[in-house]
């Protein structure tokens, strides 16, 4: 007999997310967690990042103030205070969750639970039944073969965000989403930074024009990056650590933080013992989120993919639905809105250039490029970049892909026109508001359609 | 045999049709709900509407 | 015989984008301008008042940096530094839209035009006659009966842009778009405000409970405030001006300044004597932007109705297209997006809910408000607000407004969502990226679907 419709393994974005939808479907629901309700995301992703390079942004427009008439100066970082701040954030959205959760009649069991059969979890020596279980355990930061993080010389992003003072000089291995939000915080408090890449290129999941662009504005802003130069070894020495690259370069510096992608939470909980199939540790579902076991789910980070927390919400929405009987649309991954928060933004949904022609035809595709230097609000936030659209030939636009400050929230319009399937004329025959960024947007497929207003043709 | 046209509009919901489409067809003077949807679970595509318009 | 395809009088945003519209369109052009092209909007108006509010922001970021851990002192204003960064990104988008005009062909007439002829414009004597001619003369400043604007101790806005130092204290008329945006930007640099208000609440052509946050928040502030207090008369004084108001209150300041609104630019430029139909001096016109004077247009500030640049866009743009017989849709101005710029901004689209019910029926309008507390990165910013939607029952969104700040950028997902008609569900089955403000958006989407995620029901 089953003690719930639903029992969810793990109470981060992905799990919390399906607990929430499924209690509203009237479904009975046991949420699982060994530590806070909220995981990785609230308490050592998205917000606490964010909340850091938001002060990060502070400390940049306090030193640039005087190009903008203002009379101030940066007389440092306060990591204490950053840190406070920060914490305060987090701990008033965990209040609200925990609020949501309970308000929600959901049974939260605190512990680490292990699949024990198909359906049931084991949680301190007490067995929970479901007709459905979902896994959302999750995922850690990974370190590469040899390379030991120590948490103190050699860290990982959760001891990047709990350091009590600024670093003077850090190296930052990965220039993936984690590693160019650290390297521009920490720029930005003052941090020497070097990135080390392996790949040739800066957040190279983006579209190519992206990491031109971010990589040109770094080197501006002085943050130093090494592409295409695998890492080699690390040395502690009295100071700090001793990196080798690839070509026998060392670089000194007082730490060495390790982002080189998330692993996901699989081992030793059961999963493979109850036969669930998997690759490289990842759990392998269908696009219904049905893994090979009968019953079992699993969402967020461990399902391969993109590891982003909204991801997570969609996924553990939809499995929750699907339990319901309401048969969801399967979610489009391309449609998922990706953020990088460096300074610049980075921002996409659909398609990079690249993928478009291989999916395509290089002929049936056509891109656009506008350049912020047309865009009064962009000129005034004194930001460069661009708004470059993927469309397809007497078609729709497949790629929006954006760099510059603040571009960020431009991706909720951008979204829609992708998701939606948007025409560049269903878009240009609306007028955006002057002056905003967005404009930059709505420029673009004015072009994109044939008809250019604050650009050349 | 004939197949019994997909119901264009889901119950109390819109049309079967995403926005932009919906836009089109209302700007075109087409209605929706006189259409059968040759796109996915019957939803309305972009095709339906201009062929709706143009002459056959 | 003609000259021209089209002639344009006036080269602010609606006649400038008319001519660069129809000079693609293959139409020969000519836009006659007295002063620079641009008009109001480029050098007294939405430039360089965001620029003073981004300044503004600088300041006030300065000015709570403590709060996120950062040490910075706000030390004071140079009102002359703020002048030359204004300046400077005026003077950019300046020379980039004199490129545009040249590179599109368009011939550009200086001086001052009359209407001659139905569809003659005199130029210091030179006829310039157009197939078609498009009035686009624009707005200038008003004021109030017996209230004499000597732009030195009673100013209207485009003094306050040559302010060369921050005014001790300023009373401020008008608690409209440009009132609000004067106050924020003001208060920020140490100016002590007072706004007075004739209607009862301060952007007063926004949804109510807009207008309370702004107040709510301004009164956080320190922005003073009366509202349903009409103005009486205003004494110069040594120190400046001292301000009755209805009740017989007093307040001195050093400046007072007049925004109540804009007023055509129509008087003595041969409209009447060509009969061009006016109404209180605003050029009448048919949903084509058609006069009554056959070949005749108007655009812009001259038109009633919504004083926007980008709503001057979008009629020049059709009246090109009208004549160039693509036969446009005609513009639906509820569908054009408004922001003010002041801290919070406030953005809307559509309907109001007040108006919407009249339109509707209350029984068939359902709202909802997402307060911005559960937003984590409005919480990473430390803004307060909310995201209100306005949708009928079983039917499209037809209004979204916000508060908060930088939620004016979240207006190009509302527009797209307003002007698509698309239903809460079309919007709340795609996920938002997290943690972003246009989550917000998402949210309030889901909520209103009945499905809600960080919201209670
Ligand atoms: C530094 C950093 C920044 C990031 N920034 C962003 C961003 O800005 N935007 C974005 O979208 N994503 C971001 N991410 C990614 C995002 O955090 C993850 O995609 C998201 O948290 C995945 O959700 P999840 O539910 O799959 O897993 P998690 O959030 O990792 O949650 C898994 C939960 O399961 C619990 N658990 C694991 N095993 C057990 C067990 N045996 N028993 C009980 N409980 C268990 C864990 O304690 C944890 O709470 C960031 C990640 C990092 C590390
Ligand atoms: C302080 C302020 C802030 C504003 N902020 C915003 C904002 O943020 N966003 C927004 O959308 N709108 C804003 N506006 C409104 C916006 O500026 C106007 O809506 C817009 O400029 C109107 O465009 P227009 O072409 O109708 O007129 P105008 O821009 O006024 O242009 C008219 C042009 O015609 C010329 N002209 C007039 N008479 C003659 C003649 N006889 N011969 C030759 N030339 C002539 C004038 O010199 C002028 O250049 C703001 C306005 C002000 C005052």
């Known amino acids: 007999m089953s003690d719930y419709d639903v029992v969810i393994l793990g109470g981060g974005s992905g799990g919390y997310a399906c607990a929430l939808r499924a209690s509203q479907l009237g479904l009975s629901v046991a949420l699982i967690e060994k530590d806070k309700v909220g995981g990785t995301c609230l308490h050592r992703g998205c917000i606490p990042t964010k909340a850091l390079l938001h002060a990060a942004e502070v400390a940049d ?29 987090v701990d008033k959205l965990y209040k609200g969750l925990q609020g949501l959760i309970k308000a929600a009649k959901v049974d939260y069991i605190e512990g ?20 459905n279980v979902v896994l959302a355990t999750g995922s850690y930061s990974k370190t590469i073969p040899g390379l030991d993080v120590d948490g103190v010389k050699v860290i990982a992003s959760e001891h990047a965000l709990r350091l009590d003072r600024v670093p003077k000089s850090a190296v930052i291995l990965g220039g993936g989403v984690i590693g160019v939000e650290f390297a521009s915080a920490w720029h ?31 080197r501006k802003r002085g943050i130093k990056f090494k592409t295409g130069k695998p890492f080699e070894s690390v040395k502690h020495t009295d100071a700090g650590v001793t990196v080798t690259i690839a070509g026998g370069e060392t670089i000194e510096a007082e730490l060495l933080l390790v982002a080189v992608g998330r692993g996901p939470v699989t081992q030793g909980i059961g999963y493979e013992e109850q036969g669930v199939a998997m690759d490289r540790g990842f759990v392998l579902t269908d696009e219904r989120l049905r893994t090979n076991v009968a019953g079992v789910f699993a969402v967020g980070d461990i399902v391969p993919g ?20 309401l048969n969801p649309k399967p979610i489009d991954e391309a449609g998922i809105p990706r953020v990088t928060y460096c300074e610049p933004e980075v921002a996409s949904v659909g398609l990079t250039e690249e993928k478009a022609k291989e999916q395509y035809g290089a002929d049936k595709i056509k891109t656009y490029n506008y350049n912020l230097g047309g865009n009064g609000k962009s000129q005034i936030l004194k930001t460069q970049g661009f708004v470059k659209l993927v469309g397809v030939v007497d078609g729709p636009v497949v790629g929006v892909h954006m ?3 603040r571009v960020g929230e431009l991706i909720g319009e951008a979204q829609l026109i992708y998701n939606w399937e948007a025409f560049p004329s269903d878009v240009a025959q609306l007028v955006h508001m002057h002056p905003t960024q967005n404009e930059a947007l709505g420029e673009a497929h004015l072009a994109l359609a044939g008809k250019p207003l604050h650009a050349h043709a | 045999a004939p197949v019994a046209p997909v119901a264009p509009v889901a119950s109390g919901g819109p049309a ?41």
Do not use: W
């Open chain 1, 403 to 405: 760099v510059g400050s």
């Open chain 1, 306 to 325: 993109m590891q982003l927390a909204h991801r997570g919400f969609a996924q553990g929405i939809f499995v929750a639905e699907e339990i319901g009987g």
């Open chain 1, 188 to 218: 930005s408090f003052g941090t020497e930074v070097t990135i080390v890449e392996a790949l040739p290129r800066l957040v190279a999941a983006e579209d190519a024009d992206c990491s031109k662009q971010v990589e040109r504005t770094f």
């Open chain 2, 16 to 56: 079967l049709a995403k926005p932009p489409v919906r836009k089109l067809a209302k700007d075109l003077g087409v209605d929706l709900h006189a259409l059968v949807g040759t796109g996915p679970n019957g939803s309305i595509t972009r095709e339906d509407v201009t062929g709706a318009v143009a002459p056959v």
């Open chain 1, 112 to 131: 680490t639970g292990k699949l024990v059969a198909p359906t049931t979890v084991e949680v301190d020596g007490r067995r929970v039944t479901g007709k």
């Open chain 1, 61 to 89: 427009s306090a030193r640039e103030s005087e190009q903008f008439g203002v009379i101030a100066e940066l007389a440092g970082i306060d990591m204490n205070g950053v840190n406070s701040y920060k914490d305060g954030v």
